[in-house]
T-cell receptor
């Protein structure tokens, strides 16, 4: 069965520190998509990244970077030089199916990141 | 970019009443939409898949008579919480994907916070 585990419930860092949010997934599919979303206190989900299972290249976008390791079924997210505005709950998610068959997402339990000034 | 809008963003109702939440894709057509539920400080759980012109597909444990879903057009899905009770208080979020687009290209609504007194 598909499952997404975010073992870190809460993380607190001081501004300018780097922080890594862990995500481990389980799936029997050979093709799947992984996502990271940010949920600020207002509640809306902010899309950060989508990665398909065939693309193991790491990605960097500004202060954000993602490390996808199929061998360990992990898709970790690092924020460099964290800022107070980064404070939010971050969700890792896994989609089932292939080629548009489904866009159902399975979410991890989320990691609450608190960046202190 | 594609936008998904939910209405109302907040609703407070008395126990026993029914509440309708709308999810609209504003600049694309969506054959399928998804409804999620999020309890405070918890993850998002998929409730059902809304299919345009046909019955919704509910996840295990979700009462279809309690949570009525109607997807009458390619841009609108509605979730009606019937005879709401305090335990139905939650944050409801919908997502949609443009028809014919690749898996994982999802857009989430802003969410609707339901409080049942």
């Amino acid at each position: 069965a598909q499952k997404v585990t975010q073992a870190q419930t809460e993380i607190s860092v001081v501004e300018k520190e780097d922080v890594t949010l862990d995500c481990v997934y389980e799936t029997r599919d050979t093709t799947y998509y992984l996502f990271w979303y940010k949920q600020p206190p207002s509640g809306e989900l902010v899309f950060l990244i989508r990665r398909n299972s065939f693309d193991e290249q790491n990605e960097i976008s500004g202060r954000y970077s993602w490390n996808f390791q199929k061998s360990t079924s992990s898709f970790n997210f690092t924020i460099t030089a964290s800022q107070v505005v980064d404070s939010a709950v971050y969700f890792c998610a896994l989609s089932e199916g292939y080629g548009g068959a489904t866009n159902k997402l399975i979410f991890g339990t989320g990691t609450l990141l608190a960046v202190q000034p | 970019g594609a936008v998904v809008s939910q209405h109302p963003s907040r609703v407070i109702c008395k126990s026993g009443t029914s509440v309708k939440i709308e999810c609209r894709s504003l600049d694309f057509q969506a054959t399928t939409m998804f409804w999620y539920r999020q309890f405070p400080k918890k993850s998002l759980m998929l409730m059902a898949t809304s299919n345009e012109g046909s019955k919704a597909t509910y996840e295990q444990g979700v009462e279809k008579d309690k949570f009525l879903i109607n997807h009458a057009s390619l841009t609108l899905s509605t979730l009606t919480v019937t005879s709401a009770h305090p335990e139905d208080s939650s944050f409801y979020i919908c997502s949609a994907s443009p028809s014919g687009r690749q898996t994982g290209e999802l857009f989430f609504g802003e969410g609707s916070r339901l409080t049942v007194l």
